[in-house]
């Protein structure tokens, strides 16, 4: 059995994105944590954003990437092309945990609150679970093409469905109390921009070679499974001829 | 058969289902009364704190027995393999999709009639002005409910745990509707100028028709076999 040319394509430039995302990220936190000066208003609190801004900027762009690798699957219908929304569906979540946990350690000094029904907090929770709804679904289905589409339809219907769901919850705040923490107003400052912008491209960099690994492995999977289907069809096969 | 005789058999199958074994509406129906009195035990509300809440449990009872009745669309196509017949239906799947569609919105709101003269009884509303502009909210929210409801019902059908499944996979996409829908009653019911809720109504219209075609769209897939 040969190897896909796209998993042979992606085991050549992995190491590359891995050892990128090594280099922005270790010169990004050096940067943020130890070469840039404290936020005026905000102080030492300010340099979760290196993380945060990053994390959730990328956990977007991966559900962009999940609805676009859905749409693509249930025209193409190409399992390797599964593969990779499923692995990419499971980072995003992960991603978007992160975002929101970190969110909310900065919060608590910054707004003296964990929590707050903010329009992008409120919207955030939903897009997790979403994600986390199409990670169980994708278990509860037992025929591996059914799993593959019905998870492309919950991808796609969400990915629509999501600026719908940022606009009414930004009315809802915006109609009950004005919001009373806004980040607009506050410019950002080169200083700051330098280290967030390597943090964002390390981010991204090292997504892509998640992405990638497991990509690897969940396609690996199958080719394995693909396997031992036919050896043990063979074994039952032989047995019955004698 | 046009595609048409396909949604009109398929909602006259439904109801005719209904009507004789009794089973969905029945069971929305008596559901959603226990929702409104744990409702009424869990907040011991006087009239005032009444009418802040009041718009929030009626979406929550319509959102939960809605559920119930969406489940039942397609988990009652199982027995004697009435989905493999849906399947083989010769016109486009999509006029499966419109004509379940129809038959569950027709249930949910007939519910919706039904439980709504009780809120005005045990809450003691005053309804009588934002009657139509209330039957609208209903109208455009159960679209909304059952047009997306209709396809995750029909996605979830066919796998493990699909009673749990269906309200994972529905509520969160859900989301814009019931706070459109919340919003909007509240406006009604507490006599504001429609200027005032407008901009939900227009919301639940987007809603209803984004996800009409989307849904329509996607339904190909699902019953695709």
Known sequence: MTIHRVIRKVQRFQGWFGSGAALCLGAGLYLGLIGSPADYYQGEVVRIMYIHVPLAHTSLIGYTVLALGSLWYLWKRDPIVDNMCQAVAALSAVFTALALGTGMIWGKPTWDTWWTWDARLTSFTVLLLILVGYLMLRTFVDDPEKEARYGAILAIVGFVDLPIIHFSVEWWRTLHQPQSISMRGVSISSGLLVPLVFMSIGMSLLFSYMLMVRTQLLYLDRLLHAKKGRLLSQFHLSKSDS | ?225
């Open chain 2, 1 to 225: 058969m046009t595609s048409f005789n396909v949604i009109r058999w398929i909602v006259w199958k439904d109801f005719v289902t209904e009507l004789r074994s009794r089973e969905t509406i029945s069971s929305m129906v008596f559901f959603a009364l226990i929702v409104i009195l744990i409702f009424s035990f869990s907040f011991s509300m006087d009239q005032q704190a009444a009418r802040e809440v009041i718009a929030g449990i009626m979406w929550v009872a319509f959102a939960f027995t809605g559920i119930i009745g969406l489940g039942k669309s397609f988990s009652s196509e199982l027995q004697n393999d009435c989905l493999e017949a849906l399947q083989m239906v010769p016109e486009a799947k999509g006029a499966i999709y419109l004509g379940k569609v129809a038959a569950n919105f027709a249930f949910m709101f007939l519910v919706e009639i039904l439980l709504f003269p009780m809120f005005v009884i045990l809450f003691n509303l005053e309804v009588v002005e934002g009657i139509s502009i209330l039957l609208l909210i209903f109208f455009l929210a159960t679209l909304g409910l059952s047009a997306i409801g209709t396809l995750f019902s029909a996605l979830t059908v066919q796998i493990r745990a699909r009673e749990v499944m269906l309200p994972i996979l529905l509520l969160p996409l859900v989301v814009p509707v019931m706070i459109a829908a919340v919003e909007a009653t509240k406006g009604a019911l507490n006599g504001d100028p429609l200027a005032m809720y407008e901009q939900w109504l227009k919301l639940l219209a987007v809603y209803d028709v984004v996800f009409t075609v989307v849904s329509f769209w996607m339904f190909e897939f699902v019953m695709d076999s």
